[in-house]
Each structure stands twice: as C-alpha cells, then as structure tokens.
C-alpha cells in the first residue's frame, strides 16, 4: 500500500516542518516510528492525537535520550531505518550522542534528515527563529501584501512547509534512491531559508528580467492586475479570479459584463487600477453563491474563496475525496495520487507510549527488553 511500503523511518518528534516531512513519507506507506520525549516540555499543552494531524500514520514510543541506555536503544532503531528526520538546532543531535557520524556508524545505508530554519553552516545557523525570520531573509516575504501595505506573512505555509518539510521530504527521498545505487547514506541539510528562496525562484528571474518590481501590489500575480485578485461579494464572501491569457480575460469580461475595450491589453498596467474598481463593484452586485453559478466550471478561472470548514464540502473535493475524516476531524488527504500503488488511507494519529511492545517488536526490540526499559524508566 503505497509508493514508499517498506520504507522505514525514525523521526524525533519536533514541531512543523519535521512531523510534516514525517507525514508526507507516512501517506505514502512508510513505516515512521517517532521518538518522543519522555517528559512533555514544560509550557506547552499537549495537542490530543486526533488534532495532531501531523501524526497520523505514524507509531510513537516515549524514549530518554539524556541517558546513555535510551541513546544506545535509539541506536538499535536507527540500524533497522532507511531514513532519519531530526529538527534540532545545529549541535543538538551530537551532544545526544545521536549525530550524523554515530548514527551512519551504525547505519551506513542511513539517509539522515536534518530540519532547521537557517541551515546546518552560516553565521545565523545556531540563532532562533520562525517562518517568517526565515521567509523574510530568502526575500519571499518582500512579495506578499498590497501596494502601500507592509509585507504580509502568509500563515507559515510557505517557509514551516512549503519550504521546509515538503522540501525535507523531497530530499529523504532522493537520498533513499541514490543509497540505493551506492550502497551509501548521508546528510540532507534541508534548510527553510533555502527552501522559501526555491520557491520564489520565478519571481527572482523576472526581476532579473526586469519585469517584477519590488513595490508589492503592482504586478501581474500580486494583486497589481485586475484579473488576478480577490473580490468581496454582496453577502461578504469573496472570490478569486485569474485571467491571464486574453481568451480567459475575455470570458471574465463576457461573464461579469466588465466594460473592457476588445482592442485593450489587459496586460498593460495603466488600465489595472481603473478597470478594478470596476471589476469591484460588479462582484459586490451578487453574492458568493450567484457568482459560483454563473462562473464556476468556465474558463474565466474563477473560484470562491472556501474557508476551512467550506472546502471539504465543496463538490470537487467531495468527488475527488481530496479530504479524509480521521476520528472525526476533516483533513486533506495524501497526495499526489498514484495509479498503481495508491497511498492507503492514514491511521489517526497515535497516544505516544500507548503500545510500546507492539510499537517497537518490528523495530527488533523484544517485549522483555521493552520490560526492563519500562523497569528502569527509559520508556514512557
């Protein structure tokens, strides 16, 4: 069941972009056994499994690392894993004991994962952050607002995720196929200030180009244009529109009735400003559902802006089954889709601790070890 079935995972458990890299390997079949603390940090209320929906899929266990006998067990695991995911800051893996050179001593095949903000090497690599620091310096973050607005942070998504664990994921995967060819693990440093850069590298060419300013809202994809934004509706929902390509432009003009020339270039960025305001106070002559009716499904790329309760219910997602319910709660499903080894559907989320007999006899550890682990309080 799934792409990657018999690929084995070790995780310690993180927040962001490491349990989302641990989950995307997980939809598609991976066996991902999480290491936990065996205290929960101070301040931080647990999330009950069911919300934690980075952990679906996965098995976790409660294992003391401070002590030499949870570093050697930790050990044992990573000799049976393919791959390791590990999102502390630089020095933090070494000082357990748990470094890539005494990880791949053990495990020479061993793709060792290393999730950070600003990378394993640089001046900045041992400082703290968040998304947005880390956004900020790969200059994605200059791109997101309106004209005259400051920067705009968009949620965590593009530096935590985007950026960050999918581009992990990305990289444990090409380690997994190179080592097996060469017979050889090693270290993917995955970066989220690389990652957010990656994903702006379009814009950096158009700017080279000469064809991006840096003046937020005033080209063609960051809300400067007239036919690539969002408008408010006469109920206070919104919809999204964007028209690039003239035959598309002229099915919105068609569909809304906009007064637009037809020998105008909707490129031009002198007729944006004017024709938005026009554009505005169409949409705001009906609602949400009576634009969906009228444009939904036609070339003039029109969508309704769906909050997170609305998307599972709308009717492409529902035919698609782009959303799982998992003990309840509504969440996207795995993607991408194969047609030949389809991704299985994702277990919930799992209690740390719950089971560790049954969690750790696939990793080699025998129910009396796991006694005398729990006798000498290494196991949660």
Same mark, same amino acid.
């Given at each position: 069941?799934?792409?990657?079935?018999?690929?084995?995972?070790?995780?310690?458990?993180?927040?962001?972009?490491?349990?989302?890299?641990?989950?995307?390997?997980?939809?598609?079949?991976?066996?991902?056994?999480?290491?936990?603390?065996?205290?929960?940090?101070?301040?931080?209320?647990? &999330?009950?499994?069911?919300?934690?929906?980075?952990?679906?899929?996965?098995?976790?266990?409660?294992?003391?690392?401070?002590?030499?006998?949870?570093?050697?067990?930790?050990? $044992?695991?990573?000799? $049976?894993?393919?791959?390791?995911?590990?999102?502390?800051?630089?020095?933090?893996?070494?000082?357990?004991?748990?470094?890539?050179?005494?990880?791949?001593?053990?495990?020479?095949?061993?793709?060792?994962?290393?999730?950070?903000?600003?990378?394993?090497?640089?001046? &900045?690599?041992?400082?703290?952050?968040?998304?947005?620091?880390?956004?900020?310096?790969?200059?994605?973050?200059?791109?997101?607002?309106?004209?005259?607005?400051?920067?705009?942070?968009?949620?965590?998504?593009?530096?935590?995720?985007?950026?960050?664990?999918?581009?992990?994921?990305?990289?444990?995967?090409?380690?997994?196929?190179?080592?097996?060819?060469?017979?050889?693990?090693?270290?993917?440093?995955?970066?989220?200030?690389?990652?957010?850069?990656?994903?702006?590298?379009?814009?950096?060419?158009?700017?080279?180009?000469?064809?991006?300013?840096?003046?937020?809202?005033?080209?063609?994809?960051?809300?400067?244009?007239?036919?690539?934004?969002?408008?408010?509706?006469?109920?206070?929902?919104?919809?999204?529109?964007?028209?690039?390509?003239?035959?598309?432009?002229?099915?919105?003009?068609?569909?809304?009735?906009?007064?637009?020339?037809?020998?105008?270039?909707?490129?031009?960025?002198?007729?944006?400003?004017?024709?938005?305001?026009?554009?505005?106070?169409?949409?705001?002559?009906?609602?949400?559902?009576?634009?969906?009716?009228?444009?939904?499904?036609?070339?003039?790329?029109?969508?309704?802006?769906?909050?997170?309760?609305?998307?599972?219910?709308?009717?492409?997602?529902?035919?698609?089954?782009?959303?799982?319910?998992?003990?309840?709660?509504?969440?996207?499903?795995?993607?991408?889709?194969?047609?030949?080894?389809?991704?299985?559907?994702?277990?919930?989320?799992?209690?740390?601790?719950?089971?560790?007999?049954?969690?750790?006899?696939?990793?080699?550890?025998?129910?009396?070890?796991?006694?005398?682990?729990?006798?000498?309080?290494?196991?949660?």
């Amino acid at each position: 069941m799934g792409p990657l079935q018999g690929v084995r995972v070790i995780e310690f458990a993180g927040i962001g972009p490491g349990p989302f890299a641990g989950m995307m390997l997980a939809d598609m079949g991976a066996e991902v056994l999480r290491l936990d603390r065996l205290t929960r940090r101070p301040g931080r209320p647990p &999330l009950r499994p069911r919300f934690d929906v980075h952990q679906r899929g996965k098995r976790a266990v409660r294992l003391d690392l401070k002590r030499p006998e949870g570093v050697q067990t930790a050990l $044992r695991l990573v000799e $049976r894993a393919d791959c390791l995911i590990e999102g502390f800051r630089p020095g933090v893996m070494e000082r357990l004991g748990l470094g890539p050179d005494a990880c791949l001593a053990r495990n020479p095949r061993l793709v060792y994962g290393r999730m950070t903000g600003w990378g394993q090497t640089g001046p &900045l690599a041992g400082a703290a952050g968040h998304d947005i620091d880390y956004i900020a310096l790969a200059g994605a973050l200059s791109t997101f607002g309106r004209k005259g607005q400051p920067p705009t942070p968009p949620v965590n998504l593009v530096g935590d995720f985007g950026g960050g664990g999918m581009l992990l994921a990305f990289g444990l995967v090409c380690g997994i196929l190179e080592a097996g060819r060469s017979g050889r693990g090693q270290v993917v440093d995955a970066a989220m200030v690389d990652g957010a850069a990656l994903l702006a590298s379009g814009l950096y060419g158009l700017r080279a180009a000469g064809i991006w300013s840096d003046q937020r809202g005033t080209n063609l994809l960051d809300t400067g244009a007239h036919f690539y934004d969002v408008f408010e509706t006469a109920d206070g929902g919104y919809v999204a529109v964007g028209t690039i390509e003239p035959q598309f432009h002229a099915e919105l003009v068609r569909l809304t009735g906009l007064d637009f020339p037809a020998d105008a270039n909707h490129l031009d960025p002198a007729v944006w400003p004017a024709t938005k305001e026009r554009l505005a106070a169409i949409f705001r002559t009906r609602t949400r559902d009576e634009w969906c009716e009228l444009m939904e499904g036609t070339d003039a790329c029109f969508a309704p802006v769906l909050s997170l309760d609305e998307a599972p219910g709308h009717r492409h997602n529902r035919e698609r089954r782009a959303f799982v319910e998992l003990d309840g709660v509504a969440q996207p499903a795995p993607a991408p889709r194969f047609s030949r080894t389809p991704a299985p559907t994702p277990a919930p989320a799992a209690e740390p601790g719950a089971d560790p007999g049954s969690d750790l006899a696939a990793w080699g550890i025998t129910g009396h070890e796991v006694e005398e682990l729990k006798s000498a309080g290494l196991l949660g």
